[in-house]
């Protein structure tokens, strides 16, 4: 999880008061998947949020191996073992908005019945909790099937389970669920509607401003697979100065040569992994490359530009940290110029602005709508970047507890890329090495 872009003395922002988002929908139609993601930009918005995923409190109560009748919502011996799970995960949710800290929590479970989702808006409303249901409706069974192969099989219920025979059981309970559903209907409660993870939206009596951010934020979400890959700009010819923007240096030239030969081999790597998979032909898939204007920047990339299926983007946003007055200057001479200021560093490395500088946390908020496209894109990408704004977008893909005040010390040397994948249940992250190719 990335730094807060914004902080107050509450933990509660834009004055929206606390806001459970209750999930509505059949499994395999990107809840979970949903969820995280949109978990993952409200908290590093500033907006303490977490998600309380169904299956846990299920699996905590009644293990993995757990009759299938329980998912069959017309059992009524299984429904007192249904609502002891739901009611555990709600009250959990009542006390991180009430007493824990929290402004945001999402419900992630089926809530099919209307009925009992009216029971579950009046209770978190009797909190001064505002309830908001989204909807993940999925009328392309491709996608369903898709959803089940790649992400559900390997859950903890089916991660000892042949996966041919997860499959066949998750289609068995999912059927077993599809004639209890009932879409949301009632026109006064507040809701969000998402066809076919993305393909089009429909929103009902959306309240307030942190409400609409949520609304914002799915539209851009999907589930396609995509990797981002993140490297560092070759070295310049002058190398520690932030103004003289210079040209690569010759190690720089051939550090872009040997990025572009490593990142092509790991590409060539994944195509083969998937066909051996999944039998999908990935090797005609784009690479997008986006790049700083740095002129080290576009140079490393320009390496790639020679490749069939890459386009080249150059984004001012992914600039580094402008360091004003230490332009130049070593830690060591900082703390010998300016003391008062270098303690001051030291005790906020994250918001420390220096005079006519820029801080890691002016980064981030520059890098918000590089972070919202990376949601949205479905290609892969690849960042080339100065070391400072590489941080900030690392941090943001980070797992949840990274601290701000680490983000300026991450490190992101010239000897290795890093390989983001992000899936339903977090972010796999891979170093990989950039090794020299011979002349």
């Known amino acids: 999880m990335a730094a807060q872009l914004y902080k107050t003395h509450t933990g509660q922002l834009f004055h929206a008061g606390s806001i459970a988002i209750i999930n509505v929908g059949l499994p395999a139609r990107g809840k979970t998947h949903g969820s995280r993601s949109l978990i993952r930009y409200m908290n590093w918005l500033g907006v303490q949020s977490r998600s309380f995923h169904m299956g846990q409190y299920r699996r905590r109560l009644y293990g993995s191996d757990i009759s299938a009748d329980y998912f069959d919502l017309g059992n009524e011996e299984m429904a007192a ?110 809701f969000i509607k998402l066809y076919n993870v993305g393909e089009h939206l429909v929103v009902n009596n959306i309240r307030g401003y942190l409400q609409s951010r949520v609304v914002f934020y799915m539209m851009n979400l999907h589930i396609s697979d995509r990797t981002i890959y993140l490297a560092r700009s ?96 070593s830690l060591d001479q900082v703390r010998e110029k300016f003391p008062s200021e270098y303690q001051s560093y030291l005790r906020d490395p994250y918001h420390h602005r220096y005079s006519l500088a820029e801080s890691y946390h002016d980064v981030s908020v520059r890098l918000e709508p590089v972070i919202l496209e990376l949601e949205r894109e479905r290609d892969d990408i690849l960042i080339i970047a100065p070391e400072s704004a590489l941080r900030c977008i690392y941090a943001y893909f980070a797992p949840q507890g990274l601290p701000d005040s680490l983000i300026p010390t991450l490190a992101f040397p010239r000897s290795i890329f890093v390989e983001l994948t992000p899936t339903a249940y977090g972010c796999k992250e891979r170093r990989i090495g950039i090794c020299p190719t011979s002349d």
């Open 81 to 190: 073992a249904r609502t002891q799970a739901e009611d555990s995960c709600i009250e959990d949710i009542i006390e991180y908005l009430t007493t824990g800290g929290g402004q945001l929590a999402i419900f992630d479970a089926s809530n099919l019945r209307a009925a009992r989702r009216r029971e579950i808006y009046d209770r978190f409303e009797q909190h001064q909790i505002r309830p908001l249901f989204i909807e993940y409706i999925c009328e392309n069974e491709a996608i369903v099937d898709e959803n089940i192969r790649k992400v559900k099989i390997s859950s903890p219920d089916y991660i000892t389970m042949d996966p041919d025979l997860a499959a066949t059981d998750f289609k068995q309970r999912i059927a077993r669920m599809q004639p209890y559903y009932e879409t949301i209907e009632d026109s006064d409660s507040s």
């Open 234 to 329: 070759g070295e310049s010819s002058n190398e520690g100065s932030y103004k003289a923007d210079a040209p690569l240096s010759e190690t720089g030239h051939k550090y872009a040569q040997n990025l572009r030969d490593a990142i092509y081999r790991r590409i060539d790597e994944r195509n083969q992994q998937i066909l051996a998979k999944t039998g999908v032909d990935t090797s005609q898939r784009t690479l997008k490359v986006w790049t700083s204007t740095h002129v080290k920047s576009y140079q490393t990339a320009e390496y790639f530009s020679q490749h069939g299926h890459v386009a080249v983007r150059r984004r001012m946003l992914l600039k580094g940290l402008n360091p004003g007055v230490c332009e130049n200057l």
